[in-house]
């Protein structure tokens, strides 16, 4: 029987913490893993696990996902989100959908379709039908970037996790980056910010044309699957990243447990539960 580790993230990105928020955050990402890795644990999957943990980071304003999530130039808010067993090496996603309560959820739900990645209307329609929850993500806070068109390269929520079976699954959802162009795609419900197989499992974040760019979670996990260490994958990966500039960072485990964060930016908000107990606000810069 494998020891389940979960891992979650809240963003990357420049600049600094206030102490008053960095508490905030500690708080929030704490008690979301005192949530979840306990039903670990106890025999709960690891794609369950990153469903929950996922759908608990949208529920918090505190983050770029659900209900925080930025708004479009065009006034409007889609929301993306991606799902990946890696046992089973599946993917499903959402993207731009507007005014679901939890994308995570429609991801989950997909995975079992033919179907698996649907826009748009179209996602939002197959929500529905599925009796999803709707409800407005938009807060004062993201209302008043928006009227001071404030973007922000960074956001997304995410978490890995393997579970006592052996398996791996990443969740990760977004709210974009914030006035940016209607309909942008980021990275969020792609492979380069989603991935997982039967050696690792990864969730990005931060500039999402350069997690594309770069194929980071799919990058990752492959190189690991090709029998590089998860440490040796995610630190080549990482110089890459900064000696070309580009700004991201990462959560990742590999199927014998090992843990692995980075980031390339001065920030990622992210947390671990083991066997050995929970970690927050890890931030671990190349």
């Known amino acids: 029987m494998a020891h389940p580790v979960l891992l979650i993230h809240g963003g990357a990105g420049q600049g600094s913490l206030s102490e008053q928020k960095r508490q905030r955050i500690e708080l929030s990402l704490n008690t979301i893993l005192e949530n979840v890795y306990p039903l670990l644990r106890d025999g709960m999957s690891a794609l369950e696990a990153c469903t929950m943990a996922a759908a608990l980071l949208e529920d918090d304003p505190l983050y770029n996902a659900g209900k925080g999530s930025k708004i479009q130039s065009d ?3 889609r929301m993306s989100a991606s799902l990946m067993d890696g046992h089973h090496r599946r993917f ?21 379709e033919e179907d698996r990645v649907l826009a748009g209307q179209g ?11 709707f409800a407005s993500p938009y807060t004062e806070r993201a209302r008043h970037a928006f009227e001071r068109q404030q973007e922000g390269k960074s956001g997304t929520i995410g978490a890995v996790a393997l579970d006592t079976k052996g398996h791996l699954a990443a969740a990760t959802s977004t709210g974009g980056r914030g006035f940016e162009f209607p309909d942008r795609v980021s990275d ?14 990864a969730s990005a974040t931060g500039t999402g044309e350069q997690i594309v760019e770069f194929s980071v979670a799919a990058s990752l996990c492959t190189l690991v699957e090709a ?5 040796t994958a995610g630190t080549h ?27 390339t930016t001065e920030i990622l908000l992210w947390g671990s539960a083991t066997r050995s107990g929970y970690s927050t606000l890890g931030r671990q810069r190349l």
């Open 123 to 133: 996602a939002r329609r197959k929500a529905r039908e599925l009796g999803l929850k």
């Open 92 to 112: 499903a996603g959402c993207v731009n959908v507007e005014g679901l309560k939890n994308p995570i959820h429609l991801a989950r739900a997909l995975l079992s």
């Open 188 to 201: 969020s419900p792609t492979v380069a910010g989603n991935f997982a197989n039967g050696f690792a499992a």
């Open 227 to 231: 029998g590089q260490t998860l440490s």
């Open 75 to 77: 006034g409007k808010i």
């Open 237 to 263: 990966l990482l110089q890459q990243a900064k000696n070309a500039q580009a700004e991201f960072g990462f959560i990742s485990v590999d199927a014998h447990g090992r843990l692995y964060a980075g980031t």
